[in-house]
């Protein structure tokens, strides 16, 4: 679950197809020689279905993207299929070039609302005016394009890509900027980003290669479904709040597991008590704090959010005394961790938030405690027996003083 997440899989998957796909590229071309009408259309049909996915998982962002490489592949097939001396071609080439990372890095800064919201209703119509701003343009200044093709600023190596090297090294670094995006916030909606970034980068570099934009888009539209496929387990199996797996992703778990295994409830002590102290937001981030620092308990352990304050520790092939080492030593980090508290004063002013930023000063902190029950599967047949016998060691643990650990007998 970790892996399909993860911000180097999300960076890796892409490269790599594209790295295969230009390995392959001649046997596959001459292998779909027979189907190169299906080939045009692909990318219509896998966008299509990309979009509608956007919409019904109310990513809106994914679905802006979708409609640029729409509207870019509609382009590419009606105004850029001849050669590129010939008229306003490129002309037409080079604004295309120019607009495709200007649209897909300003839909990162924009706000996400439905696509079918009146700010939807704007993107579109801003996407129409572009559109007839750039028509305009081609008419009113075509010999533009003859400047552009000769002009030495534009200096190109006719045997590497007709697109000039400067058009091509600002390619290269908004891309970067994407990839270093997904690997700081690794959210879905700049994964999309980087897989459109990655696809018109490749379609227009290697522009004159046969099929290319076809097959390019066509990746781009499957990879942006898998976007979406894997946006939406991310609503079903992590907790948005701690970002580890939830419940519903631990009864899954618990439906393959072996015949030996251990369970462990765990609970943050007096967590109601801290909450109305100190605010729901610095609850928030003692059970930030709590989650992370499960999921780097030893022992192979899988961490998950049971729900409210409660979190559930499994691991496999392991007995509940192979399991305590880890599970004390869990323990005892959550509680000699110092939570700073957050100010009850923040500045509202973002200068004033720097200057106080770059002051030094003592920052309150607290320390909080959790109680464990733990079980295993000597101790009941079935699964969620054993994690009810875990939850009952918990209400032990609590009894009991709570900031220690209790077995199920």
Not at 9 to 21: D, K, M, T
Not at 84 to 112: A, F, M, Q, S
Not at 180 to 204: G, P
């Amino acid at each position: 679950m970790g892996l399909l997440h993860s911000p180097l899989a999300r960076l890796g998957v892409p490269l790599l197809i594209f790295l295969v796909f230009a390995a392959g590229y001649h046997p596959l071309l001459a292998s779909l020689s027979p189907y190169l009408n299906l080939l045009y259309a692909a990318p219509f049909y896998l966008l299509f279905t990309a979009l509608l996915l956007s919409h019904l998982f109310k990513s809106a962002r994914v679905g802006m993207t979708v409609v640029i490489l729409l509207v870019s592949y509609t382009v590419i097939l009606t105004r850029l299929q001849s050669p590129l001396t010939d008229g306003t071609t490129y002309l037409e080439y080079v604004l295309l070039v120019i607009l495709l990372p200007i649209n897909l890095l300003y839909i990162r800064i924009t706000r996400d609302r439905k696509l079918t919201s009146l700010y939807g209703l704007l993107f579109f119509a801003a996407m129409a005016l572009e559109i007839g701003w750039g028509a305009l343009l081609v008419m009113q200044y075509g010999e533009l394009a003859t400047w552009l093709y000769q002009h030495p600023v534009f200096v190109r190596i006719p045997a590497f890509s007709p697109l000039p090297l400067l058009l091509i090294v600002i390619l290269l670094i908004t891309l970067c900027m994407a990839a270093i995006r997904v690997l700081h916030k690794n959210s879905v909606d700049d994964h999309a980003t980087f897989i459109a970034l990655t696809c018109t980068s490749v379609t227009v570099i290697f522009f004159d290669m046969a099929y290319v934009s076809s097959f390019s888009f066509a990746i781009a539209g499957l990879l942006l479904i898998a976007n979406q496929v894997a946006f939406s387990h991310q609503l079903a199996f992590l907790d948005g709040l701690t970002a580890i797996p939830s419940r519903r992703a631990l009864q899954d778990e618990l439906k393959h597991l072996g015949r030996r295994y251990t369970i462990a409830m765990l609970d943050v002590d007096h967590f109601k008590r801290f909450n109305d102290t100190y605010g729901h937001e610095t609850g928030d981030d003692v059970l930030k704090l709590v989650a992370s620092l499960l999921s780097q308990c030893e022992g192979g352990a899988s961490a998950f959010r049971y729900g409210g304050e409660e979190f559930t520790l499994l691991f496999k092939g392991k007995t509940t005394d192979q399991c305590l080492p880890f599970l004390d030593a869990l323990r005892e980090d959550i509680a000699q961790y110092p939570l700073v508290l957050r100010e009850e004063n923040r500045p509202t002013n973002p200068n004033e938030g720097k200057q106080k930023r770059g002051q030094k000063k003592d920052s309150a902190t607290v320390h909080v405690t959790v109680s464990i029950g733990f079980a295993d599967a000597s101790q009941a047949s079935q699964p969620d027996e054993v994690l009810q016998l875990a939850d009952q060691a918990l209400y032990k643990a609590k009894q009991a003083g709570r900031n220690c650990i209790r077995g199920s007998e």
